[in-house]
Nanobody
Framework: QVQLVESGGGLVQAGGSLRLSCAASGRTFSSYVMAWFRQAPGKEREFVAAISRSYGRTSYADFVKGRFTISRDNAKNTVYLQMNSLKPEDTAAYYC?????????????????WGQGTQVTVSS
């Protein structure tokens, strides 16, 4: 398994941008599908984006398409989430997750490892 540590969250005005990072420990990072989920208070955790182990195949939730971009650097054991045109409804704790295999699953039940989360707050 890998240990995941997110960073980059914070407070930003609507329309602004943030870049989240997730650093993974271990030497098998490139064997994991990586994803970002988010959870707002009182709501269930929801899928945001996922990226394949290599070749950059990606999947996005409809509500972030065209605004967020997921990427990874296997040499640095890091996955990123570039968030542009942020909206107040994007306010949530954002979690990095890792899954073995090849599927870009949107279900949190298919991810084996999770970070502790980083808070993103978007003010109107």
């Amino acid at each position: 398994q890998v240990q995941l540590v997110e960073s980059g969250g914070g407070l930003v005005q609507a329309g602004g941008s943030l870049r989240l990072s997730c650093a993974a420990s271990g030497r098998t990072f490139s064997s994991y599908v990586m994803a970002w989920f988010r959870q707002a208070p009182g709501k269930e955790r929801e899928f945001v984006a996922a990226i394949s182990r290599s070749y950059g195949r990606t999947s996005y939730a409809d509500f972030v398409k065209g605004r967020f971009t997921i990427s990874r650097d296997n040499a640095k054991n890091t996955v990123y989430l570039q968030m542009n045109s942020l909206k107040p409804e994007d306010t949530a704790a954002y979690y990095c997750a890792a899954a073995q295999g090849y599927s870009l699953s949107v279900s949190n039940r298919n991810y084996d490892c999770w970070g502790q989360g980083t808070q993103v707050t978007v003010s109107s």
